[in-house]
């Protein structure tokens, strides 16, 4: 049996109301990334986040 991961929640939000949040704005997120706009974007972040990585490496 796999083990849900525990929640932090270290707001004065409730739980529910995240997990709400969470399910509407989920299928737009996944619509952006899935999308041609969404892949550059990502691809972009992630060469940044390389290009950090290894200047944090040489230093």
């Given at each position: 049996?796999?083990?849900?991961?525990?929640?932090?929640?270290?707001t004065d939000i409730p739980q529910y109301q995240i997990e709400a949040i969470a399910r509407c704005i989920m299928p737009d997120i996944l619509a952006f990334y899935e999308s041609e706009e969404g892949q550059r974007e990502f691809a972009k972040w992630k060469e940044q986040r390389e290009?950090?990585?290894?200047?944090?490496?040489?230093?």
């Open positions: 049996m796999s083990r849900r991961k525990k929640l932090i929640n270290r290009g950090s990585k290894r200047e944090a490496e040489t230093e």
